[in-house]
Each structure stands twice: as structure tokens, then as C-alpha cells.
């Protein structure tokens, strides 16, 4: 091959080179540290909620009048949901996971104010919690009515009785998550509750927490003035019930307002909206700086291919076919684009591990590397691709003429 | 000569329009990156209050769990306890102090048949108007009298105003808040801080509450709150009396202070204060009392998303991308025309006049480039504003600095890219362009 000639030839009159090179090696490594971010978020938003999310919507009740009895209130608008056709369950409820918006207590093994808690999502719910959620109790059992008690505003005692998810469970009892069915753990310090039940998944409130699949389940109604309602109900209903369940609330008691109706899937991409506009943005930028870094490399070969069209006259005068031009066009573009990889390899790990320190991302997949330099690569035969052709179709005779 | 030079690089630019246009759509693509994300940065790291960002001060007092500091590394809480928000308000050392927090409330209009809703409300003092220079359409806030003496009276915002009053001059009228009345002492103008300073613990960037009313109301009344509260141990008993007397955190503490000594002499008494809370058996952690500026406290905070910093950084990288595909179609079009330079050179122009006509040709394409990317900018912006909806809408407006900041940005990336470019241009030996013609 004429590997050495082409490299000898380009070494002569290297800005160019230099340049596409270096554009390359910057495109790469925004390209790789982007699509990493990309993946982190696209990973972070495909964690389940644990619920039942297509068929579940939920409703703010906000009493105001001074005759609002809240406690009858939420008796009689959980009997009426309940019996409307296509329910399949509903509770109240203080928040639900991905809102944002929640309650956190500590939980630990032993009693004391000294020793650490283990922080904890707390959802209050009565006997129709786990069904009106949609979860999966993996052992023990389900609250019953009687378990079922009120709290207030300020109240500060807790019931004897939790249902806690897996990850709970594993945080407390590492050694035996599943033994912790039964045990007595600790609220507010010294307060003795006990497991008895032990769910298989559920989020709490807030995604980007670390303890996301912290939650405990508390058999209470709460009388905190303004509440959630959440209403499961038959594959495929959802959509129809939601303005019947609205007028329902509204009418059936005029002393409070009823807002901020949302189904669980408006919930999720709330959530998780910056994070979803994150990726579409960053794939934006990708798209674009390829087109940048490609239009580039044409604007740059279609010089370099005019400025030599006597020498590929002359080539071509002394016998080289077309596809020799091709290939040479095309060769040289594939060594300045290697050099460009190789140094954005270099530099996308370089960034990547200061993007790691600065703003705690994560660390780029090693995968990625290697493909983002095949992907460039081929970028840049593509884009070399037509003045490479426009230059393999100059005629010998260019050879003759003087200028 | 400058407008010859002017004319020159027009001239060479129309001369290779494609070369021209790719550059200039290089240059704007890159600017256009650069500017969406500096704006939003720009907005987010603003300061709301500049006149006096440095004479109002965010308190923050370490009385959190002997075991656990509040926010590593030995951060003392965000926000302060009911407690000693009232010791410090009626100790008023400061030349203006107001604790405040965050609540919600319905608003029930008089009209027959309009339907209650429910305003974000914000129960504070009546300093707070003078200290954060609230601008008043009609009336004023109220006065520490009234905080003293239970009034119930609200300030209203204009579009609140608006939607109960129809934008009329509503002071001494009555608006029904959770079933009680409340005479209107004043409306206030448009005001939209941003970043919302004086309560960045619930959420940085909302809009300034629909309404105000006074925080010793709320209590007294038991108004609801929803603002974050956070506790590290569990109160002594239940009830409203016992949350207040809790170690809960829930207020936000602010207190003006003119000038540096009374800022010292006020840290020392918050020092003092905390000493003496310690004998009462609280404040079990080491001294760690703060007293922060606006700006300071939007630092500490860190108001400016990380999202917004690592877009910044790319887009940054982006312009490099965007410049060095520019120097290398600089370079390809100077040295295209060098037979054109040398014959210059050979009739007597000098060097220098060569890099100045040229360096004037790549700012044209620089200006070009920037009112291309300042119409990209706002295009990011509006994107922005579509994917993320109504919670940018305070981050995505362009002010003149802004406007300026692209051209001049657009115009010195140009030229720094047209410098090596023309300096090659530049050393063109005469001699040798004029043989082969």
C-alpha cells in the first residue's frame, strides 16, 4: 500500500490535518461523556415505582370551611369511590412515590436517642393500601381495619404496626432481610413498631434519593387539612373515571377544593422531567457537533482536492486508475480521523474523570470508547466521500493544462 | 482604510459564498450552543437583589443532633427552629429581621358562584417589605405593630388583586383566607426575584407566594403550613404547643445589617445567644453559627444546577469544535487567494495592512456569526422553555448583557480563530505567487 507516501505527503502541509484531527479528538470527547450521561439517566428513569402505574391517578382534597369535618369526610368519599364501577381500589393517603413531595422517619434496631436511624419513606395507608398501590407482599400480612387509627397534624405516636419493602428489610437486618418479618424496630428513637410484613418493591417520594427503596407502609388515616387520594382502578378505565371521580369529590362536599388531579404516568415524567429533557438535549448536541465536524471535513477536503487537482492530473496522466485517487483521499482522511480517536480517547477519559469529581457522575463504560471511534471514523470516510469521488473523476488531461 | 478593508472582506466573502456560509453557520452554531446555556447559567447564578445583596444576611444556627451533622461536611441546618426565630425577632438586634416560612391557604372571593382556590401564601414580618424592597402598587405593608397585636391583614400580589378585585385599589377591603377575613393593607407590584432568594429551601426558582400575612397570625390561628420542615429528634409530646417548642427546623431567618461592624457585632450575638441556649440544655453540637450574604448563601446553596454547569461545559467544548472547523476553512480560503496577497505584497502593501484586512474579514464573519447564533440562542431558549415547561420560565429570558455577551463573544471567537489563519496569509512571499501566474 502507499500507507507511507500518503503520510510523507500530509506530513508536508499538516495544519489541515492538525486541524480535522483535533476537531475529531474535542468531537469525541463530547460525544462519549454525553451519551455516558445519557445512559446514567436513561438508567435512572427505567427504575420501577413499584405501583401500578398505568392504572393508578391520584387527587388533592384541601378542606377550608369551618364546618369540614375531615375525619367523616374522607370515611365517606373512600365508601363512595370505592363502590364506583371500575375502582379496584382506593385509599388516602399522604403522598406517592416520584411526587417529590413526602414524609421520611428513621428507623432503627435498637432503641436510644444515641444510635443511628436508618431514613425511611412513610406512606400512611389503611387495609386497602397494598391493593390500591398495586404491591407484592412477599410475607407476613396485610394491615386489617382495626389496625387502621387516625393521626393529626401534630401527633407524634405511631402504631405498633409496619409493612416495610425488601430494601428496608436489608438495610436493617443485613444478614437476614427476610427474618426481619415479626421483629420489633424503632421509631422516633424509642418507639417499638413492628415489622409485620414485608413488600416486594416500592419508591419513595423522592427519585434521586439514595435510599429510594426505603418505605414503610403506617395504618393511619391522616387529618393534616389537606389530602391525597389514590384510585387504582380496571385495565384501561383510568382515563374514563378520572372526571367522573373529580365531579364526585367536588360535589359531595362543597367545604374543600379538589386539585392537582394526576395520573401516575404524569407523575413519573414530572419526575423525571429534567432528567428526560437532559437526554433529548445531549442527544441534540451530539447530532449537531457530527454534522459540524463532518461539514468540517468536506469544507477541508474539497480545498485540499482543489488545491492538488494538477497533481492528480498528473497521476492519473501516468497511469493511476480512479480508484487509487479514491482510495488515497480516502486513506488519508482514515489516518488524520485514527490520530483524532486516539486523542479523543485520551481526552474523553480526561474530561469524564473531572466531570466524576466535579459534578458526581459516573464513570464512562468502557464499550463506549471504542465505539465512538468506530462511529467517527466512519463519519469522517463518509463525509470524505465526495471531494474524494470529485477528485478521482479530474481528467489526465488536467496534467497538460498550465494552470 | 477601514472601510476599504470592510469592503474588501465583503468582497472576499461573497467571492466563495458556500466557504462564507459554512463558516458563519460554524461560528453561529456554536454561539448559539454557548449562549443558551450561559443564559440559563447566567440567570440562575443572578443576583436578585443587587443594591443590597450585601447588607441582608441568611441565619443559620447549629442546633442539630449531637451525633449527626445536619449536612456534611458539619453544615448547621438550613432553616431555624420556632424557638429561636421568635428569641431573635423580639431581641431585634438588627437593624431589620424577619423569620418567615412557606404555606398554603384558600381563598374563598365574595362573588356568587366563583369557586374557592388556594394561594400560596407566605406568613412573615412586617419587615420584610422595607428589607426586600418590595414595590407596591397601591398601599404598603403592614407594621410591627400589627405583628405585635395579632391584625389580621394580607398583602396581596397584582394578579391576585386581579383575579378577586379586578385590578382595583383593594386596601381596606376584606378577603376570606380558610374561613377567617382579612383586611388588605397593600398590593404589590410585579416582583419576581430570581433566584428566589429568601427561600431557596423550597424550591430556588418558584415564583414569589400569591399572598402574605402575618407569620404570628398563622401561629396563633394554626394556619397550615407546607413548606419543608425538618426534624432530628421527635418533639416532647403531641400537639401544636409541643411542635412549636420541638427542635424542628422550618423558618427561614433573614437580618439586614448596613455595614461590616454591625454584621460582626450581630454574629457575636447570635454566639451569645447560642452559648446561653446551651446552658438551658440545647445546641449540643460545637459553635457553628452563620451569618451569609445573599450571595454568599446562593453559593452555599449551590442554586446553579449541576445540570445547567455540565450542560455549560459542553457547550463551551462545542464552540472549540464550532472554531476549529472555522480556522481550518480560514485557513483553506486565505491561502486560496494566495496569489491575490502576493500581488498586494508586490505593489508595496505592508504586512501589517494584509493582517488587518484580513483579521477584519474574519470579525465580519465573527458579526455575522453572532446575530446568526443570537437567533439560535433564542431558539435553545424556547427549546428549553418546551422541553422543561413552566418551571424555566423565569430562566429563559435574554437580557441586553446577554445580547451583547454573544456578539462579543462571537466576534473575538472569529478573530481568534482568524489568527493563525492570517498570519500565514500574512508571510505569503510575494516573489513566489507572482512567478507561476
Not at chain 1, 454525553?34 to 398505568?54: F, K, L, T
Not at chain 1, 437486618?173 to 421483629?183: H, S, T
Not at chain 2, 461536611?73 to 425577632?89: C, F, H, K, R, S
Not at chain 2, 451569645?272 to 440545647?282: D, I, P
Request: proline share 5%; glycine share 10%.
Amino acid at each position: 500500500m502507499e500507507l507511507g507516501p500518503i503520510w510523507r505527503a500530509m506530513m508536508r502541509n499538516k495544519t489541515g490535518a492538525v486541524l480535522i484531527a483535533l476537531q475529531i479528538a474535542v468531537t469525541m470527547a463530547i460525544m462519549v461523556n454525553a451519551i455516558s450521561i445519557m445512559q446514567e439517566r436513561a438508567r435512572v428513569m427505567a427504575r420501577p415505582s413499584g405501583v401500578d402505574e398505568h392504572n393508578i391517578f391520584h387527587i388533592l382534597s384541601v378542606g377550608f370551611a369551618e364546618d369540614f369535618n375531615e375525619r367523616v369526610t374522607i370515611e365517606e368519599d373512600l365508601d363512595a369511590l370505592r363502590s364506583l364501577p371500575g375502582v379496584v381500589d382506593a385509599i388516602q393517603t399522604n403522598s406517592v412515590p416520584l411526587s417529590g413531595g413526602g414524609w421520611s422517619m428513621g428507623l432503627q434496631t435498637e432503641p436510644g436517642a444515641e444510635v443511628d436511624g436508618t431514613g425511611v419513606a412513610v406512606y400512611f395507608v389503611d387495609e386497602h393500601g397494598l391493593d390500591a398501590f398495586g404491591l407484592n407482599l412477599l410475607s407476613g400480612e396485610n394491615f386489617s381495619a382495626t389496625d387502621v387509627g387516625l393521626r393529626d397534624r401534630t401527633s407524634t405516636e405511631w402504631p405498633g404496626k409496619t409493612l416495610v419493602t425488601r430494601a428496608t428489610a436489608e438495610t436493617l437486618f443485613p444478614d437476614d432481610p427476610m427474618g426481619a418479618l415479626g421483629k420489633t424496630v424503632y421509631i422516633n428513637d424509642d418507639e417499638p413498631i413492628t415489622i409485620t410484613g414485608i413488600i416486594e418493591q416500592m419508591q419513595a417520594p423522592w427519585n434521586g434519593w439514595d435510599g429510594v427503596e426505603r418505605v414503610m407502609l403506617v395504618p393511619q388515616h391522616t387529618l393534616f387539612g389537606a389530602t391525597r387520594y389514590l384510585i387504582r382502578t380496571q385495565a384501561g378505565r383510568r382515563d374514563e373515571l378520572m372526571p367522573q371521580v373529580e365531579t364526585l369529590l367536588a360535589e359531595r362536599n362543597k367545604g374543600r377544593i379538589v386539585r392537582s388531579m394526576q395520573t401516575m404516568d404524569e407523575t413519573r415524567e414530572r419526575s423525571y422531567l429534567a432528567d428526560g429533557s437532559m437526554i433529548k438535549m445531549l442527544a441534540f448536541v451530539i447530532a449537531l457537533l457530527t454534522l459540524i465536524t463532518a461539514l468540517g471535513i468536506v469544507g477541508l477536503a474539497s480545498f485540499s482536492v482543489n488545491r492538488r487537482t494538477k497533481q492528480i492530473g498528473t497521476r492519473r496522466a501516468l497511469g493511476a486508475p480512479r480508484g487509487a485517487i479514491l482510495r488515497y483521499f480516502m486513506t488519508e482522511n482514515l489516518m488524520i480521523s485514527l490520530v483524532g480517536v486516539l486523542l479523543g480517547g485520551a481526552l474523553a477519559v480526561g474530561l469524564n474523570m473531572w466531570m466524576v469529581e466535579a459534578f458526581s457522575l459516573t464513570r464512562i463504560n468502557a464499550w463506549l470508547l471504542p465505539t465512538a471511534m468506530l462511529t467517527l471514523c466512519l463519519v469522517g470516510q463518509l463525509a470524505v466521500f465526495g471531494p474524494a469521488r470529485k477528485a478521482a473523476s479530474v481528467p489526465p488531461a488536467v496534467a497538460t493544462r498550465t494552470v | 482604510m477601514f472601510n476599504y478593508y470592510l469592503k474588501l472582506g465583503w468582497l472576499s466573502i461573497r467571492r466563495n459564498p458556500l466557504l462564507s456560509a459554512l463558516m458563519i453557520a460554524a461560528i453561529a452554531v456554536g454561539i448559539g450552543a454557548c449562549m443558551t446555556t450561559i443564559t440559563v447559567n447566567y440567570v440562575m447564578s443572578g443576583n436578585p437583589i443587587p443594591h443590597k445583596s450585601d447588607q441582608l444576611f441568611y441565619v443559620q444556627l447549629d442546633n442539630w443532633d449531637p451525633n449527626v451533622s445536619s449536612e456534611e461536611p458539619l453544615e448547621p441546618p438550613d432553616q431555624v427552629t420556632y424557638t429561636d426565630a421568635m428569641a431573635l425577632m423580639r431581641a431585634g438586634t438588627a437593624y431589620r429581621q424577619v423569620a418567615s416560612n412557606r404555606s398554603g391557604l384558600v381563598l374563598e372571593p365574595h362573588g356568587e358562584g366563583e369557586l374557592p382556590f388556594t394561594v400560596d401564601t407566605r406568613n412573615t414580618f412586617a419587615d420584610f417589605f422595607p428589607m426586600f424592597d418590595l414595590p407596591f402598587q397601591f398601599g404598603s405593608g403592614w407594621d410591627r405593630a400589627a405583628d405585635a397585636g395579632l391584625e389580621r391583614v394580607v398583602v396581596l400580589s397584582r394578579e391576585i388583586n386581579e383575579r378577586v378585585f379586578g385590578g382595583e385599589d383593594s386596601v381596606g377591603r376584606s378577603v376570606r383566607l380558610n374561613g377567617m377575613d382579612f383586611r388588605v393593607v397593600g398590593v404589590i407590584d410585579d416582583w419576581l426575584p430570581v433566584p428566589k432568594f429568601y427561600d431557596v429551601t423550597n424550591g430556588a426558582f418558584n415564583e414569589p407566594e400569591e399572598i402574605f400575612i402575618p407569620f404570628n397570625v398563622a401561629v396563633e390561628y394554626q394556619l397550615p403550613r407546607n413548606g419543608n420542615t425538618n426534624c432530628w429528634k421527635p418533639s416532647e409530646g403531641s400537639g401544636h404547643e409541643a411542635f412549636l417548642a420541638s427542635e424542628c427546623v422550618w423558618i427561614q431567618f433573614w437580618a439586614e445589617l448596613r455595614n461590616a461592624q454591625e454584621e460582626q457585632d450581630y454574629l457575636a450575638f447570635l454566639n451569645a445567644y447560642t452559648g446561653q441556649q446551651k446552658a438551658l440544655g440545647r445546641f449540643p453540637r460545637p459553635l457553628n453559627n452563620r451569618l451569609d450574604d445573599v450571595m454568599e448563601w446562593m453559593e452555599r446553596e449551590e442554586v446553579v444546577e449541576d445540570d445547567a454547569q455540565v450542560m455549560l461545559g459542553l457547550s463551551l467544548l462545542f464552540l472549540v469544535v464550532c472554531l476549529l472547523n472555522t480556522i481550518g476553512l480560514l485557513l483553506a480560503k486565505f491561502l486560496g487567494k494566495s496569489g491575490d496577497i502576493g500581488l498586494r505584497r508586490a505593489l508595496g502593501a505592508t504586512r501589517a495592512t494584509l493582517f488587518i484586512q484580513h483579521m477584519i474579514e474574519a470579525g465580519l464573519i465573527g458579526l455575522g456569526g453572532g446575530v446568526l447564533g443570537l437567533g439560535l440562542a433564542w431558539l435553545g431558549l424556547r427549546g428549553i422553555e418546551a422541553l422543561f415547561g413552566e418551571f424555566v420560565k423565569n430562566l429563559v429570558g435574554m437580557d441586553w448583557v446577554m445580547v451583547l455577551t454573544a456578539v462579543c463573544l462571537a466576534i473575538c471567537s472569529a478573530l481568534l480563530a482568524g489568527l493563525y489563519p492570517t498570519w500565514r496569509a500574512c508571510r505569503v512571499a510575494p516573489a513566489g505567487q507572482l512567478k507561476t501566474q
